[in-house]
């Protein structure tokens, strides 16, 4: 298994952006895929970017063209960034980390954006 820490979150405003960030606690370099999810209240947890291995990316539609999923190998680390921030992304945003054998989630963290 692998630990994963997120943080970034916060409150802001509706147009701005942040930055989420997932430590892990080991090498993810051949982790065959990170993903974020996020879950609003009193809805389920819902798959907002995923990034694989050899680098292919899949966004929820909902997202398509203001987030971005990256990874720094060298750092252990995958990233968020989200930009255009609408009310309806305020949501607890969760790392994962998922292969044969492995399905770790992080803690999450709160993302507010007001209107």
């Known amino acids: 298994q692998v630990q994963l820490v997120e943080s970034g979150g916060g409150l802001v405003q509706a147009g701005g952006s942040l930055r989420l960030s997932c430590a892990a606690s080991?090498?993810?370099?051949?982790?065959?895929?990170m993903g974020w999810y996020r879950q609003a209240p009193g809805k389920q947890r819902e798959l907002v970017a995923r990034?694989?291995?050899?680098?292919?990316?899949n966004y929820a539609d909902s997202v398509k063209g203001r987030f971005t999923i990256s990874r720094d190998n060298a750092k252990n680390t995958v990233y968020l960034q989200m930009n255009s921030l609408k009310p309806e992304d305020t949501a607890v945003y969760y790392c994962?980390?998922?292969?044969?054998?492995?399905?770790?989630w992080g803690q999450g963290t709160q993302v507010t954006v007001s209107s």
């Open positions: 080991r090498s993810i370099f051949s982790i065959n895929v």
């Open positions: 990034l694989t291995s050899g680098g292919s990316t």
């Open positions: 994962h980390a998922g292969d044969s054998g492995i399905s770790s």
